[in-house]
């Protein structure tokens, strides 16, 4: 018995010194909670930073069940001290940093917070992991929307980028200024383009979950309309679960690199209203109505990917379907508001979220009451 006693303890010595230790940014937003629910099924030790606000935001860290099982560190990444006591704090082999200011319409309000946030950011945690420890693997967020309106029938890894937005010119600065650190100092930094990747935990200022959402009340009852800008823009939807699983592999690579993850699919966003309202049993054009100032001043037309490296390399495709992703998503939001209905308390942002007739924008033009 004492010899098993003692082979236990030394197995769990082992166990936990070889126990991987992760840092995440962004953790509270979609990405970051299945990313923490995904490293923690392998094993990890999951930290995650997070900006202290009068409401917290841990609803959907809360729904996956994870919230209890990682580590918490409020960080502000504009602050470098504060990504170095981060960093101190978690002594990570991996840092994945998804924070970024990421509806793309609200960069056009903010152009300057975005930029930082966004941008000069990555450059302060570069600089902090270089002086930390060179050994740290970093993952940065880049995004389909560093293509901008351009004019080639799919995107891939050497795709010109012509980004069409704030938030899209910040994206470029940040993947930008990670490949000159991996070739300049020798860091593990690789990034992936990631194409819009959805699920029931976006948020609703996302053309995606707004319609979903909508889509659900109407059926409902509690609702007798969706406001929405253009229908016409075309995009590569995917399930952000999955994508989640392409970014660690990424991190698992012998050396770091640039990777599209995409479906290699688009649809426009007609079509996805329209798949939402077919799967409800209601005529989409009776419930639709369009707002200009939902409109982006400067709005991308057509993104489809080419994850033809990404398949190859990191063995990783995408498994979920356009049609089945729009049926997770509104199926998801059809039970919560039923539950909603029904007096259940549970982690949840669509009951607090402002009508329409709250949002002001810069096309606005004169609504302003």
Request: glycine share 6%; charged share 25%; hydrophobic share 40%.
């Amino acid at each position: 018995m004492a010899f098993l006693f003692i082979i236990t303890i030394l197995i769990a010595r082992i166990l936990k010194k070889k126990m991987k230790k992760a840092l995440i940014t962004g953790v509270t937003g979609q990405d970051g909670a299945y990313l923490s629910k995904l490293l923690l099924s392998k094993g990890y030790k999951v930290f995650g930073t997070y900006r202290r606000v009068s409401t917290p935001n841990f609803w959907r860290l809360q729904s996956l069940g994870v919230f209890d099982k990682i580590n918490l560190i409020s960080a502000d990444l504009l602050d470098m001290s504060s990504l170095l006591e981060a960093l101190k704090i978690s002594d990570p082999d991996e840092v994945y940093n998804l924070a970024a200011g990421s509806f793309v319409a609200t960069s056009f309000e903010e152009a300057v917070g975005n930029s930082e946030i966004t941008g000069q950011s990555v450059t302060k945690f570069l600089e902090a992991i270089r002086h930390q420890s060179s050994k740290i693997k970093f993952y940065q967020a880049s995004s389909s929307e560093m293509y901008g309106d351009n004019h080639f029938k799919s995107q891939n890894e050497k795709t010109p980028f012509s980004p069409s937005s704030p938030y899209a010119a910040a994206k470029l600065y940040a993947h930008t200024i990670t490949n000159i650190y991996r070739k300049s100092y020798g860091i593990f930094a690789c990034t992936g383009i990631l194409f819009n990747h959805e699920s029931p935990l976006r948020g609703l200022e996302f053309v995606s979950r707004k319609i979903t959402n909508s889509v659900a009340c109407i059926s409902l009852g509690l609702r007798d309309k969706l406001i929405l800008g253009n229908l016409d823009a075309k995009r590569d939807w995917g399930f952000a679960g999955e994508y989640m699983e392409a970014i660690h592999r990424m991190m698992q690579m012998n050396k770091p690199d640039d990777y599209v993850i995409s479906t290699g699919e688009s649809h426009s966003v007609s079509d996805f209203v329209k798949e939402a309202f077919d799967l409800v049993g209601l005529n989409w054009k009776k419930y639709v109505k369009i707002d200009k100032k939902f409109y982006r001043p400067f709005e991308v037309r057509f993104l489809k990917g080419d994850s033809k490296k990404a398949r190859k390399q990191l063995k990783w495709k995408p498994k979920t379907t356009f049609k089945k992703l729009v049926k997770i998503m509104l199926d998801e939001d059809i039970r919560r508001w039923n539950d909603f209905i029904d007096g259940k308390a549970f982690p949840w942002d669509a009951p607090l979220y402002p009508g329409e007739d709250k949002f002001i924008t810069r096309l606005s033009k004169g609504k302003i009451r």
